[in-house]
Antibody
Framework: EVLLVESGGDLVRPGGSLRLSCAAS????????MNWVRQAPGKGLEWISS????????YYADSVRGRFTISRDNAKNSLYLQMNSLKAEDTGVYFC?????????WGQGTLVTVSS | EIVLTQSPGTLSLSPGERATLSCRAS???????LAWFQQKPGQAPRLLVY???SRATGVPNRFSGSGSATNFTLTISGLEPEDFAMYYC?????????FGQGTKVEIK
């Protein structure tokens, strides 16, 4: 069974940093690209970053480029999102998703709240 | 970037009725890389349709996708109680992999 479990969400002050993790199991993790998608409270889905299976090719949404860094450790079957210079508008649930072209499996999400 | 516009914002229908959801792209979606997702409150999105018209594993055949280039449609042929939810389209051919703003299908 494919399973994705996010962790690391927390309450953080504006300007602070946070590192999210996504633990993958049930599939050959090193064969798949991965995505991070977020959802602000009561709002729609926002794609924020993708990483290729090798970790070589990376893309970011304009809203997070220069502040967030996606990475992966294929030996640990894990995906990461380092978030710096956090803003109130970064508040939301962050999902990791397996990329099979479309995102076919999703975690349940981890909540990030940016507030003073 | 490709901007996706979904309409209507809200669709109020009764169980058994047909739902037609629209997704319009600001430019042609490459290689038919258009997907539809369903999301219920407090849950992760669920992939319904990919490649414009291919149903994901386990998705009932009352869900069907169609369209090309810049105009796409998700049709639910007869609404079941569990189908009342939010629906999002997404293009995944180029980055940024934008989502539409969503259509809420609610019980009339």
């Amino acid at each position: 069974e494919v399973l994705l479990v996010e962790s690391g969400g927390d309450l953080v002050r504006p300007g602070g940093s946070l590192r999210l993790s996504c633990a993958a199991s049930g599939f050959i993790y090193s064969s798949y690209d991965m995505n991070w998608v977020r959802q602000a409270p009561g709002k729609g889905l926002e794609w924020i970053s993708s990483i290729s299976n090798s970790g070589i090719t990376i893309y970011y949404a304009d809203s997070v480029r220069g502040r967030f860094t996606i990475s992966r450790d294929n030996a640990k079957n894990s995906l990461y999102l380092q978030m710096n210079s956090l803003k109130a508008e970064d508040t939301g649930v962050y999902f990791c998703a397996r990329d099979r072209g479309p995102s076919d499996y999703w975690g349940q999400g981890t909540l990030v709240t940016v507030s003073s | 970037e490709i901007v996706l516009t979904q309409s209507p914002g809200t669709l109020s229908l009764s169980p058994g009725e047909r739902a037609t959801l629209s997704c319009r792209a600001s430019q042609s979606v490459s290689s038919r890389y258009l997907a539809w997702f369903q999301q219920k409150p407090g849950q992760a999105p669920r992939l319904l349709v990919y490649g414009v018209s291919s149903r994901a594993t386990g998705v009932p055949n009352r869900f069907s996708g169609s369209g090309s280039a810049t105009n796409f449609t998700l049709t639910i042929s007869g609404l079941e109680p569990e189908d009342f939810a939010m629906y999002y389209c997404q293009q995944y051919g180029t980055s940024p992999k934008m989502f539409g703003q969503g259509t809420k299908v609610e019980i009339k």
